[in-house]
């Protein structure tokens, strides 16, 4: 079998004049796994340099027969501006919905990224992998009339995986000719592809999930305008906002963890313990608006997050000049939360350590401490359901989803400049909250 690095390069070859300019180049699909396993293969044109290998096993079985899969894809980017990639962000979001009704409901759907062998941010794309168990004409039907619905741009791309006799796979695309009639174009051969040394989706999340500076996720909130009013009310509130803030001479404690950690509990008895400040990201002032947020896709929801801690910076500045500030949650959760949703698969998928994506933001108020607390997956499930209030979805899932909230931990462990502190969470309140007074006497000496 050849290796998948010289598949890829014989695809990369442009094969018929008339399809050569479109197909110069193949594309890479990384398909999420049950059990956040990541398979990668290509699809390019079919060449005579030889039988494609198979893809990767798990991945064969989701793509081939019996069943049919589909593949639906958006462009993260279809344009320059802030304005394409909101449009691109909601159009995803529209279509998830629509495929969890009528015919197209019993179809298992499974997170699926497009991108360029060469990796980068350009021409990243975000969808689905449609599978159908019975292979019903419906599916295929209620697809097309899908796609019929996105009149505007930018529109999504749909290809149909199929097996031939020899057991090779092969991606059938849909075009639309003229304007009117979809066909389904020359078939693509569907290969292995190595794994790229980054997740294709981390050179684009500056710009969509863990904003490096405040403009950034500004941009995206005056992109949502149009149509969130709550976005020109939390623009309005953070406008107000100094950008250089002068904190005064007072330590800030950041105290950071998943849901029912303890957060709450700490925080409120640090801040009786110290007679601090007791602050917390969302701050109360756009807290109304957070359930608008929490219902758009990631790219809003997030920006909304990163806003609303330059809005607390700006209430911590002003606490700490008159005491000791603590803050429940700040920069770690909106970026830890971001980076372990965006980046599909495990936690061997994540950027390395001492990627800049876990770097502090520049124009951010830093805090003196960061506090991260830590408890068994079993007693924090205790907790939860001892505590048996509504929860989140994102909450939900990282209940559901042990992977996931694998990967919101290492997240947190990673984030530097300034780094977390763990403290294990799981012994009674008082002897937690002597371990943390322990730690912020050490490390904040400004302490009166
Ligand atoms: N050290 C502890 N031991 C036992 N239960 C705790 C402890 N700390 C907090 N709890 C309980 O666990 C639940 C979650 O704590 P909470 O402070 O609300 O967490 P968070 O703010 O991180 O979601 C609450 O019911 C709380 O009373
Ligand atoms: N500073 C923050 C705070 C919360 N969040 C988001 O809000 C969710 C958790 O907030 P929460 O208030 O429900 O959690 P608890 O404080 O109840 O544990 C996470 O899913 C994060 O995505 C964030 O992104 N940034």
């Not at 050569?20 to 990668?40: D, I, K, N, T, V």
């Not at 290969?191 to 040394?197: K, Q």
């Not at 002032?285 to 990631?298: K, M, N, Y």
């Not at 990967?407 to 012994?427: F, I, L, N």
Request: overall charge neutral.
């Amino acid at each position: 079998m050849a290796p998948a690095g010289r598949l890829l390069a014989l695809l990369a070859r442009p094969q018929s004049p008339s399809r050569a300019g479109a197909m110069a180049q193949p594309s890479c699909f990384a398909l999420e796994l049950p059990g956040g396993g990541l398979a990668h293969f290509a699809v390019g044109p079919a060449g005579t340099e030889g039988p494609a290998a198979p893809p990767d096993p798990r991945a064969a079985a989701l793509l081939g027969p019996p069943g049919r899969s589909y593949a639906l894809c958006v462009p993260v980017a279809p344009g320059r501006d802030c304005a394409a990639r909101v449009r691109a962000a909601r159009l995803l979001q529209r279509l998830f919905l629509q495929l969890r009704r009528g015919p197209l409901g019993r179809c298992q759907l499974r997170r699926l990224l497009r991108y360029g062998p060469g990796g980068g941010a350009g021409g990243l794309q975000r969808g689905v992998l449609l599978r159908d168990p019975d292979d019903s004409p419906d599916t295929r039907r209620a697809l097309l009339a899908l796609l019929d619905s996105c009149l505007e741009a930018p529109r999504p791309s749909l290809g149909e995986f199929v097996g031939d006799e020899s057991h090779q796979l092969w991606q059938r695309p849909w075009e639309l000719r003229g304007g009117r009639e979809w066909r389904q174009v020359d078939p693509e051969r569907v290969v292995p592809a190595p794994e790229p040394a980054l997740h294709p989706v981390v050179p684009d999340l500056p710009s969509s999930g863990v904003f490096p500076h405040r403009e950034a996720a500004r941009a995206v909130l005056e992109a949502c305008t149009p149509f969130m009013p709550e976005a020109r009310a939390v623009l309005e509130l953070v406008d107000q906002c100094p950008r250089q803030v002068l904190r005064g001479a007072f330590p800030v404690i950041v105290i950071e963890g998943l849901d029912a950690t303890g957060k709450t509990t700490v925080t409120q008895a640090v801040a009786d313990a110290l007679q601090a400040a007791l602050l917390k990201s969302p701050p109360a002032c756009i807290s109304q608006w957070r359930q608008a947020f929490d219902d758009e896709p990631a790219i809003i929801r997030r920006a909304f997050y990163s806003l609303g801690n330059y809005i607390v910076a700006s209430e911590i500045a002003q606490a700490s000049a008159r005491s000791p500030v603590v803050v429940d949650r700040y920069w770690h959760s909106t970026a830890a939360y971001a980076i372990a949703t965006e980046v599909s698969g495990a936690v061997q998928h994540l950027p390395p350590a001492h990627h800049p994506v876990y770097q502090w933001p520049k124009d951010l108020l830093r805090p003196d401490l960061v506090v991260l607390l830590t408890v068994s997956p079993e007693e924090r499930l205790r907790r939860i359901r001892g505590r048996g209030l509504e929860r989140t979805s994102e909450e939900e899932e990282l209940e559901a989803n042990s992977v996931f909230r694998q990967k919101v931990e290492v997240s947190y462990t990673r984030m530097e400049s300034p780094g977390c502190h763990e403290v294990d969470a799981s012994p009674s309140r008082e002897r937690v909250l002597q371990a943390v007074l322990s730690l912020i006497r050490d490390r904040c000496p400004q302490l009166p």
